[in-house]
């Protein structure tokens, strides 16, 4: 079923709405809306955000209706599964695991940065090679290695394409990946696909899922490096449901978790876990728990880790979200045009998360949509918006 009918039905019935009831605040067709919820249509932008409005959800079910526009043309599994599962018959080996190993972290490193679709075929190119190397005679340790690398593409693979928007394939990818830890005996690869579950849950609102991911990833991987972001994902999943101080205790216990690590080699590749991605983190817990003054000194240190000497953006996915919670900082605070300039710039960038995107721009566009509905800067953000969508 479509998130946005999934989420749709969820905040009706919390409300204690039956679907009569919430054409008539609409107003709408009560049979139209039934199957909006039951996916059988997909809503059109005007009621889309009035129900959003109605139902009080803060733009979530605007992002999940951009979402299911943009999965509407994924209905299949990628060739990523495919090779995958080719894969897994093999009994194979190469001589050139070590080189193999260096190439996937590179690739790792470029996720931040890299287009897409560019870093997306690329990583499957190197799949196919991991699959032609594993129809080689070989023993059990290069056996699990080459599972190793093949878990840590899936995993990059999956990540990009959920970017793009190919939630379909994305999902298919992430519990490939998931499937290859387990096999591998590799539990920081068996955490990081319970974090890809965690997170495509939380950009589809569907929170408790979040929460219940991230927990279960943290048990799967114990002292691994990913069960810091595990306990950030859990803390932005708490924020959602509102439950603030279980978010900034979660935050506390992951800051410690991550001091006690120590700093990674790489902090630049995609997945491990340093000071910087942390900040990253506990600003989007800080802004939805309305602490303006911990989020806009988060997102300012996001910024500015995220340039280099040369003043080059190095962080574009990070640093349009932080540009987005110093627009909603600089909102509550009166200043409407700067909230407006801060928003409008965080859609300039070409390397985007797409899920993750909409939903903090989701919760900003609600915010200019409660305190200034008629500005023209309002509906210039909101024309930047309709754009990316």
Same mark, same amino acid.
């Given at each position: 079923?479509?998130?946005?009918?999934?989420r !749709?039905?969820?905040?009706?019935?919390? /409300? &204690?709405?039956?679907?009569? %009831?919430?054409a008539?605040?609409?107003?709408?067709?009560?049979?139209?809306?039934?199957?909006?919820?039951?996916?059988?249509?997909r809503?059109?932008?005007?009621?889309?955000?009035?129900?959003?409005?109605?139902?009080?959800?803060?733009?979530?079910?605007?992002?999940? #209706?951009?979402?299911?526009?943009?999965?509407?043309?994924?209905?299949?599994?990628?060739?990523?599964?495919?090779?995958?599962?080719?894969? $897994?018959?093999?009994?194979?080996?190469?001589?050139?695991?070590?080189?193999?190993?260096?190439t996937?972290?590179?690739?790792?490193?470029?996720?931040?940065?890299?287009?897409?679709?560019?870093?997306?075929?690329?990583?499957?190119?190197?799949? /196919?090679?991991?699959?032609?190397?594993?129809?080689?005679?070989?023993?059990?340790?290069?056996?699990?290695?080459?599972?190793?690398? %093949?878990?840590?593409?899936?995993?990059?693979? +999956?990540?990009?394409e959920?970017?793009?928007? !190919?939630?379909?394939?994305?999902?298919?990818?992430?519990?490939?990946?998931?499937?290859?830890?387990?096999e591998?005996? $590799?539990?920081?690869?068996?955490?990081?696909?319970?974090?890809?579950?965690?997170?495509?849950?939380?950009?589809?609102?569907?929170? @408790?899922?979040?929460?219940?991911?991230?927990?279960?990833?943290?048990?799967?991987?114990?002292r691994? /490096?990913?069960?810091?972001?595990?306990i950030?994902?859990?803390?932005?999943?708490?924020?959602?449901?509102?439950?603030?101080?279980?978010?900034?205790?979660?935050?506390?216990? +992951?800051?410690?978790?991550?001091?006690?690590?120590?700093?990674?080699?790489?902090?630049?590749?995609?997945?491990?876990?340093?000071?910087?991605?942390?900040?990253?983190?506990?600003?989007?817990?800080?802004?939805?728990?309305? $602490?303006?003054?911990?989020?806009?000194?988060? #997102?300012?240190?996001?910024?500015?880790?995220?340039? &280099?000497?040369?003043?080059?953006?190095?962080?574009?996915?990070?640093?349009?979200?932080?540009?987005?919670?110093?627009?909603?900082?600089?909102?509550?605070?009166?200043?409407?045009?700067?909230?407006? @300039?801060?928003?409008?710039?965080?859609?300039?960038?070409?390397?985007?998360?797409?899920?993750?995107?909409?939903?903090?721009? &989701?919760?900003?566009?609600?915010?200019?949509?409660?305190?200034?509905?008629?500005? $023209?800067?309002?509906?210039?953000?909101?024309? %930047?918006?309709? %754009?990316?969508?």
């Amino acid at each position: 079923m479509p998130t946005f009918g999934t989420r !749709m039905r969820t905040a009706r019935e919390a /409300r &204690g709405l039956s679907l009569a %009831a919430l054409a008539e605040l609409l107003p709408a067709d009560k049979g139209h809306l039934s199957r909006l919820e039951n996916g059988r249509r997909r809503p059109g932008e005007d009621l889309t955000r009035r129900i959003d409005e109605v139902l009080g959800t803060r733009g979530e079910l605007i992002a999940c #209706a951009a979402l299911d526009a943009a999965a509407a043309a994924d209905t299949r599994p990628s060739e990523t599964v495919e090779l995958l599962r080719r894969m $897994h018959a093999s009994d194979t080996a190469p001589a050139t695991i070590e080189t193999l190993h260096a190439t996937v972290t590179e690739l790792s490193c470029q996720y931040g940065w890299r287009d897409a679709a560019e870093l997306r075929a690329e990583g499957q190119g190197w799949l /196919r090679e991991v699959v032609r190397l594993l129809q080689r005679p070989t023993g059990l340790r290069q056996h699990r290695e080459l599972l190793v690398c %093949a878990g840590w593409l899936a995993l990059l693979i +999956g990540c990009v394409e959920y970017d793009l928007g !190919m939630r379909v394939s994305a999902a298919a990818t992430r519990t490939a990946a998931r499937q290859l830890g387990d096999e591998a005996d $590799h539990a920081d690869i068996t955490g990081w696909a319970w974090e890809m579950t965690a997170w495509f849950a939380l950009t589809q609102s569907r929170h @408790e899922a979040a929460l219940t991911a991230a927990r279960a990833g943290q048990e799967a991987a114990g002292r691994q /490096r990913v069960g810091v972001q595990l306990i950030a994902q859990e803390a932005k999943a708490l924020a959602r449901l509102g439950d603030l101080h279980g978010a900034r205790t979660a935050l506390d216990r +992951g800051r410690q978790f991550l001091d006690d690590l120590g700093a990674p080699d790489r902090p630049d590749n995609h997945f491990e876990v340093d000071p910087g991605k942390w900040l990253f983190y506990a600003m989007d817990a800080y802004r939805l728990a309305e $602490h303006d003054v911990l989020a806009e000194h988060y #997102a300012n240190e996001v910024l500015r880790l995220g340039t &280099g000497p040369d003043g080059v953006d190095r962080s574009p996915m990070r640093t349009a979200e932080a540009r987005l919670t110093l627009a909603v900082t600089a909102l509550r605070a009166g200043e409407l045009d700067r909230a407006v @300039e801060q928003g409008v710039a965080a859609f300039t960038a070409t390397r985007r998360s797409l899920p993750s995107l909409l939903l903090v721009a &989701g919760e900003a566009d609600v915010e200019l949509q409660r305190r200034h509905p008629r500005e $023209h800067a309002t509906a210039e953000f909101r024309d %930047a918006l309709k %754009a990316v969508r």
